[in-house]
């Protein structure tokens, strides 16, 4: 037994870290206590670590996450050990010739521990560097074998796992999740014949129609090269320059400024296939395919100036959102449309089909619902699944093919290529998360990092001394749709991909008016940020030619005259297409109610704790997250009831919430009303459209917080509640049914 010297630092678990004590730690004295759960108390009871699902139990389990296991460690009640397995009796020091002397150059362990944590970055990718995943499992509602002999869709009821992750595009890895931009949509589907990735975004359209402009595309819209500026945004000169340029991007640089930039959550946004894509049945016979995911908890988005606040209010808004839903068995949830057409109706279009910048509207080619996917797990480590997971274009399994777009024909190439540099070569498809659950048999062999130990002394085809295996599977393996092409070699494009605007005109005619709105001050606040005029005045001038109103809009906002409309670039049909109500994201409600949507209860010392706990306790039973917020940490008690604030004002800006309930006791002359914030909390609240229930006293406070009890048009304000508060249950009927619907814009003036 050793004691410490007088005077040294005390700490029970790593008392042998000073002095005289280090060179002879006691035996297990880097051992957790005894007492911990599940944990050995000598060494002889320790085990190695076992590689697959020791510990915890698995929340929402789904059929590909159990594959998963024979990945997972744990490491509860195990010892340390290096890389190699050898248990680590110090985990403290490193290996000093004495005390005070160097390092020895032996000490393996510290540097396998620094070389190893020198290289624990990978690069991030490309684009879409930042983004959140998780498990769940696709189940098809029909049998589509007419169409596509796909396994996911061979049958009702069948499950298959998939893995999910939604991006930002520009953005770096540490970037805010909330900024304006496209967000990724990319679904893995672990199909009994190999996996299929579905690659899609949160808006069916794209910017360029040849992947020849890609490169340019992400080079203008990244941060400028000379100065690294801006993050994650494409409010600047380079972007808009390329834009202005490329008439093509005209429909999707709608979108781009509309609200579906700024999605509240990435359960609340749809997903696009983009591209036309074939379904190819057992007799080879194909029809085209469009695919769209339909949220079940509706489109909902931001308003800018919330979304703004948010980055940095906090940065992983939608990361946390969906990881929270998750957890708390809230799982989001999406409905598998698909709009499927043969090629004569499609040469019947006034547009092409393999054009990526335009959609097919549902009035011409309604949804089919055939299947919902539910999203039910969290990953367990972001940087072995999120991070890890390899998306690819070229990944489709029997029964799906590609068409010709020529953006998604050079997809199919950088899919694959990109990952063989960011995850470190061509053995990627071994790592867990990008496995197939499929059989996987081939002569494809070596590599950096290979994982499997293929037997035999065979590896080629045909041979016969391996018997022929692995074979050909024939017919019932892949089989490309037979196409027949005669055509000359060129470069160019369709005619039908001239016309840039019909459908930039469609998409702005189908909008509300306040989302035009937004689309016009999103226009505004970027072109601000362009220093170049000209750019500026070249984004209106295609905009003339999408909507009068519109461009002239735009151009009073930046100070100049409507410009003349930008020339076509050849003749192409100017299309007029009925309004398309579904392409409006206020069309959608969602049927959760107020399930997970965030609740601030503002309360104060004189707030009474029966009523307040009251309405909590009924809006958590409808599923919605609510915090008392209150100027201070403190206990709030009344009558032999009392109520814990859950967060202080100052930790929590009301851009986190989704309403606010002021509970009576709050009032002019209270605590909270003298702090600037809560008034601020208000008013933020009420510009961005959200519920305010005040209850009692609380109602004075509107007055200071600046808030007119009507509409600016004089009619009532059909999301501002004020009640005396005796009734909490009466009083949050009204307030509930607004919540589930959509905001008032009708605040918004300038
Ligand atoms: Fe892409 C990533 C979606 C055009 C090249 N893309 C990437 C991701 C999504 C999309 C969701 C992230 C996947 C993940 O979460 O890991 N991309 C799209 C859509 C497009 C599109 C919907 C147009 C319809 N992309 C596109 C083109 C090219 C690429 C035209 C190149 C020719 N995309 C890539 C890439 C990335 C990528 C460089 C970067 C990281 C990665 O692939 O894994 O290969």
Redesign the pocket.
Known sequence: AQTLAEGMPFNSTKECEYGELALRPAEGAHLPPPSWPGTASTISEITPSAKAGAGQPLAGASPASESLDRARTDATGQRLTTNQGVPIADNQNSLKAGLRGPTAMEDFILREKITHFDHERIPE?????R?S?AHGYFESLVDLSEHTRATPFAQPGKITPVFV???T?AGERGSADTVRD?????VKFYTDEGNWDL???N?P??F?QD?M???D??HAVKPEPNNGIPQAASAHDTFWDFASLSPEATHMLLWHTSDRAIPRSYRMMQG????TFRLVNAEGVSVFCKFHWTPVDGTHSLVWDEATRLAGADPDFHRRDLWEAIEAGEFPEWELGLQIFDEELADSFPFDVLD?TKLVPEELVPLTPVGRMVLNRNPDNFFAETEQ?????AHVVPGIDFSNDP??Q??I???L???IS?LGGANFHELPINAPLAPLHNNQRDGIHRQAIPRGRVAYEPNSLGGGCPFQAGMAGFTSFAEHIAADKVRGKPEKFADHYSQARLFWQSQTPPEQQHIIDAFRFELAHVQTPAIRQRVVSMLVNVDARLAAQVAVGLGFEVPLAMPAVGPAPDVQYDPSPGLSLLSRLGEKGIRTRKIAILADADSPPDKVNLMRDTLREQGANVKVIAARLQVISADGESLAVDIPLSASPSVLFDAVIVADGVTIEQELDHNGLALEFLKLQYRHGKPLLMTGRAQDLLPAAGIPAALPDGSPDPALFLVGGDDPAADLAPFIKALSGQRVYARETD
């Open positions: 990718r490309v684009v879409h560097a983004g995943g992750r939604f991006s595009v496209v967000r990724g949509f990319a690659v899609g975004n808006i359209v794209f360029i992947a402009k890609f490169p595309l992400i696009f296939g983009v591209h990526p997971v390899a998306f690819c274009t953006l998604l050079g997809r190439h950088s899919y290529d990109t990952q960011r």
